[in-house]
């Protein structure tokens, strides 16, 4: 009798499903593209919608760590490879620790003073205030961990620059200021409503230089008060120091470039309407041939400048350079153009690695010419396409960004040197800083004589 029940039951929803069916394709042919769209519009939820773009998106985002680690970690040389490896994962750590504590509210205060350049809402992050959620349109702590995963992502460009001769303590106190103060108050210039956004209309849609270029002036002090790693440079010669696995490097690149559909497409910040989600869907494709356009751009100048050579790491670069110089505008562009931001993004990069080594700025993993050099590029270019931004308002933004974060920056590695101490000696280059400060070597079956 029961299993009588459960068929006759399951025919009749059955029935009433094929019915409804009917009816709502009879209805689809009685209404015009435009109602049906509408109709489509009002059956959805927009706040369940924008949460789980900023989730997921914020998912795809976090991965871009275990880019930048894989990535960081075939570049640096063998006997570095597990420091590198844990500095990563200790860093993502921090900077989350300290976005909660401090970061966010910097980031996004409920007020500001001296005309939007500093915010006044000091303190940890306290859930947001889930009674008003609907009427911002998405889940409070879904926003809190989008925006969590960027500060990251700024650290990390920071970790790959000053590789294999930084201590590790020092570096992780310069990243927790990093991640509580100086990215957020950036940040706040623009995103929070301050300074940039007010006063000079400026646009970063997803952080070239918000995020990239900060993480890239950060970096460029750093190598700069550090210095280069013992013996990489004699007079005016460059000795090489390739990196121990070019494999896990070009992992790490796919890695960030699937990670950057997250850190763009996720910005649209609202995926409940139509016209939301076709953004998003524009958003990607343009972050992909931007990407593309970068590889294709490093491999034809290093192609023509090193005979024919191909350089993999300038290659890996590359793409990086190009999805960088796109993220200030990845929706407006057309598919040709951001092909072009791309590969001019690539270029710059293949011409910014040689003008360090003559400068004597050692960048273990070409962190500024991607982030800083391709940062300032990309930002640089979005009146091209976004005709609401001006040239004068995106230069104001990037050089207000590189003057604080320079000297907010140096004054960090500067107070760390004198204090603590910020480089490891010659000797513990020599050995590496797998044994000299984490006692655990990446690949302990290779002899010495390999390194």
């Not at 989730?55 to 420091?83: T, Y």
């Not at 205060?109 to 859930?127: A, I, K």
């Not at 940040?187 to 000079?200: C, I, N, R």
């Not at 953004?279 to 491999?299: D, E, P, Q, R, Y």
């Amino acid at each position: 009798m029961q299993l009588l029940r459960t068929i006759s039951a399951r025919c009749v929803g059955a029935g009433v499903f094929a019915l409804a069916a009917l009816n709502s394709s009879a209805l689809a042919q009685e209404l015009s593209v435009e109602e049906r769209l509408a109709a489509l519009e009002g059956q959805g939820s927009a706040y369940v919608d924008n949460s789980y773009l900023f989730l997921i998106g914020g998912l795809i985002v976090m991965l871009m760590a275990a880019g930048f680690l894989c990535l960081e970690a075939g570049l640096v040389r063998s006997k570095n490879a597990a420091m590198q490896s844990m500095k990563n994962v200790a860093l993502f750590s921090v900077a989350g620790l300290m976005f909660w504590l401090v970061g966010y509210n910097m980031a996004y205060p409920s007020s500001t003073m001296f005309s939007g350049l500093l915010g006044t809402t000091p303190g940890p992050w306290n859930g947001g205030d889930v009674s008003a959620a609907g009427e911002a349109g998405y889940a409070p702590a879904s926003d809190w961990f989008f925006q969590m995963v960027f500060v990251a992502t700024a650290a990390s460009i920071v970790s790959g620059t000053v590789a294999e001769r930084v201590k590790l303590w020092p570096f992780l106190i310069f990243t927790a200021i990093l991640t509580a103060f100086i990215y957020p108050i950036v940040a706040s210039w623009e995103w929070g409503g301050g300074y940039l956004d007010t006063v000079h209309g400026f646009s970063d849609f997803a952080g070239s230089t918000l995020v990239h270029s900060t993480g890239g002036w950060a970096a460029l002090v750093g190598a700069i008060i550090i210095g280069p790693r013992a013996g990489k440079y004699f007079g005016k010669q460059v000795n090489p120091m390739p990196g121990s696995n070019i494999p896990l490097a070009a992992l790490g690149t796919f890695i960030l470039w699937f990670g950057w559909f997250g850190f763009n497409g996720a910005s649209q910040l609202a995926a409940g309407t139509i016209s939301d989600i076709n953004a998003v869907a524009v958003i990607f494709a343009n972050t992909n041939m931007a990407a593309v356009g970068g590889v294709l751009g490093a491999m034809f100048l290093t192609a023509i400048l090193y005979k024919g050579k191909v350089d993999a790491t300038m290659v890996f670069n590359g793409a990086i350079g190009g999805l960088v110089s796109i993220t200030a505008e990845p929706l407006m562009p057309s598919m040709g153009l951001s092909v072009v931001i791309g590969a001019i993004g690539g270029v710059l990069v293949v011409l910014t690695v040689p003008l360090l080594d003559k400068l004597k700025i050692d960048d273990v993993v070409g962190a500024i010419p991607a982030h800083l050099v391709c940062g300032i590029w990309g930002t640089m270019i979005v009146p091209l396409s976004n005709t609401d931004a001006s040239f004068v308002g995106q230069f104001v933004g990037v050089a207000l960004t590189g003057i604080f974060v320079c000297i907010a920056s140096a004054i960090v590695w500067t107070l760390l040197k004198v204090t603590l101490g910020v480089r490891v000696s010659d000797e513990d280059q020599m050995i590496g800083l797998d044994k000299a400060e984490v006692g655990l070597e990446a690949y302990p079956e290779f002899s010495t004589a390999s390194r």
